[in-house]
Nanobody, 115 residues
Framework: QVQLVESGGDLVQPGGSLRLSCAAS????????MGWYRQAPGKQRELVAQ???????NYADSVKGRFTISRDNAKNTAYLQMNSLKPEDTAVYYC?????????WGQGTQVTVSS
């Protein structure tokens, strides 16, 4: 049974930081690209950051220079370090494990940026 479990979401003030974690089980983690997506109320889900099985990364323009995606294959866990958070970063953040012919999603974790 495949499970992706996100954690680390919270209420934080503008300018603050959070680190999200995505713990995977039931897959050969190091063969999957891992991605973080977010969905704000009334908006479509969007890609935030992705890291390939080989460690290459890409980011949405809106988070470049503020967010960092990483992975620890020994722990089957992906991370999203979020710095300089803005109110517009408020959303439910989802983790995705992706291969060419299959993908899996986590249940999401809420990030709220507000004073």
């Amino acid at each position: 049974q495949v499970q992706l479990v996100e954690s680390g979401g919270d209420l934080v003030q503008p300018g603050g930081s959070l680190r999200l974690s995505c713990a995977a089980s039931g897959i050969f983690f190091n063969t999957y690209a891992m991605g973080w997506y977010r969905q704000a109320p009334g908006k479509q889900r969007e890609l935030v950051a992705q890291i390939t099985s080989g460690g290459r990364t890409n980011y949405a323009d809106s988070v470049k220079g503020r967010f960092t995606i990483s992975r620890d294959n020994a722990k089957n866990t992906a991370y999203l370090q979020m710095n300089s958070l803005k109110p517009e970063d408020t959303a439910v953040y989802y983790c995705r494990a992706e291969q060419l012919i299959r993908d899996y999603w986590g249940q999401g974790t809420q990030v709220t940026v507000s004073s």
